[in-house]
């Protein structure tokens, strides 16, 4: 059975190996991405048998889509930069502070995220390519709905394009860590999150319009 099959019916024990295996996946495609994870490390790291993983997973491509699901509802989980409730500027300040105190914690190194994946896969694997582009959509929805908040309670004008302010800050969040693991500085990430932070309070009531000099 694929992913895309209609799931099984999994018993505590059995969400627990598949979550195991998943955890193991993603740890290895951290370390050497997607083309150098085999399936046989994957079982040895989860340690399970080859039955064991092929009876949750009948393919690596379904595995790896169950690791880009997996870290498509990371940044919503506690202790991940959240984009759950993005419903002020202050809220917007502390995810853009999370993003980068979790490249510093990291030392700018790579790590499995949908960046890296969809670098890796987007232009090789057209179902993960999807799999990772709805991933962001999720994430770019719930960006939209915080500002959404914020314009209905007047902190943004009522001309404000929602839709391009939410993909305004994605890209500075995924632009800027991707830059900041190339060169192995944060200055790339604190720079693209400064300035899109700037972007949507030049929205703001009384605030100088964009592009006005």
């Not at 993603?26 to 092929?54: F, K, M, N, P, W």
């Not at 919503?76 to 202050?90: C, H, K």
């Not at 969809?118 to 960006?143: M, N, P, Q, V």
């Amino acid at each position: 059975m694929t992913e895309t099959a209609k799931p099984r019916r999994l018993t505590p024990k059995g969400r627990a190996t598949r979550n195991r295996i998943i955890e193991a996946a993603t740890e290895l495609v951290a370390r050497h991405g997607v083309a150098g994870t085999g399936i046989d490390e994957v079982r040895a790291a989860a340690g399970v048998s080859g039955s064991q993983l092929y009876h949750y997973f009948d393919s690596k491509q379904a595995l790896i889509r169950a690791v880009i699901t997996r870290q498509a509802d990371a940044a919503l989980d506690a202790g991940e930069p959240r984009i759950g409730a993005l419903d002020s500027f202050e809220a917007l300040r502390a995810w853009a502070d999370a993003a980068i105190e979790r490249q510093l914690e990291n030392e700018c190194r790579g790590d499995c995220s949908l960046g890296s994946l969809a670098g890796e896969l987007s232009t090789s694997d057209e179902e993960s390519r999807t799999d990772i582009a709805d991933g962001f959509l999720r994430w770019k929805a719930l960006i939209l709905n915080g500002l959404q908040a914020m314009r209905d309670r007047g902190e943004l004008r009522a001309d404000t394009d929602l839709d391009e302010l939410s993909f305004a800050l994605l890209t500075a969040l995924q632009g800027g860590v991707l830059l900041s693991q190339t060169i192995r500085h944060i200055q790339p990430l604190e720079a693209s999150m400064n300035a899109a932070l700037a972007y949507v309070r030049s929205f703001a009531p009384g605030a100088r319009s964009p592009g006005s000099g």
